[in-house]
């Protein structure tokens, strides 16, 4: 039996542009062999059971010894991440899993999750500010005028008018919201988003033309404008889009004299809704790329100078090699799994290995046997242990062919 713990060091919540870190700790009562384990952000649109939105390995395919295994990994949430949204039902769960051999069925596999909601919040840094600009036109007589187009919730909204022509004008603010889902599978727009028309927020009429102007007010609880849109990167998931918006406008109705015809003016004109006195709009940032600050190398996370670990020696067999490693620290290690593989011609990695041990004394030394078909130049070994310890090792090894 196996037992999962799952911490979220982020206290439930995380900005867009950081990193989600997390604690796992696995409990096996007894020797286990696992397929994988992994971290997975997950949410739910409405086309799909689940739509994973990142991952990151904790353990790949071995053997484990009784005991406790700690690992603290993260998650980037990149730039192209939607926020969490809860009236559009928009949310997110971490989910730890652990995939093992079924014993009663061989072909089969054990699943076992331990999952914890997440939220995710948009933030203001990485934006270039966008000026305020007015709005003037004329159409069929009438004139209109505003000295700004974009509004703070709560604020008043004026209006300038002139018109010879009309008997009545009336003005509405207009919010337009919904999910964004576009799945292949279920066509061009995902069926179970239901196309919604917008709500009016706000309206005042008038037949006064000889009063110069219109106030119309912003709930004080208006939401904000957002396009928010996430694209996978895997290939398996290419042509979903997921993602949510709201977009606010004015629309113009306009009823004329009868001297001047039945027709009425109907005009629509988009504002945006921020919570500071300028909007603001992303510039020169990849929408499908991690953040110079989250760009990393094959090292990263692996203390290259702290001596814990020496290889003694490497033997080949048939198929095999079995390489000896010492614990050189002065403390006893606990749950240290060691990660090998091999490399051909210096460039290629062969299929990797993993060993789980509970307890690695001071002094001792393991015996590891790495087994491959293939001939290789070098043995990489990766040391990872509860205290996040991490060491890589390449080791040479002797010619050998294996027929």
Sequence with gaps: MVKLELTDLNNGAVFIGDKLNVRTKFNFDKKAEIFWSGIHLITHPPCAKELQISKEEIFSKGKFEPGEYVREKSLLIKSNFVPTIRNRNLNYTLKLNLRQP??????????????????????NSGFQAKSPKPISFSISGLNILLTKDIFKPGETIKIGYTSEELKQLEIRLLQNSNLVCYCEAYGQNCRKVEELPPAIAGDVRTQNFEKDYMLLKVPEVAELTYNWLWSPSEKEQFGFRYGAYTKWSLLIIGKKKPEFGLEPIKLEIPITISSGPISEEKVGVDLFSESSAAASSLFDGISKFQKIYKVISIDSDIEKYIIRIKNISKNDLKGVTVVISGLQEGLFETASQLTGLNTWKKGEEKEIVYETKQNITALISILEDNSQQKIRIQSPVSEASFF
């Excluded at 054990?110 to 914890?116: D, P, S």
């Design 102 to 123: 079924n014993p009663i069925n061989p072909e089969d596999e054990l699943v076992i999750n331990k999952t914890h909601n997440i939220e995710i919040n948009a933030r």
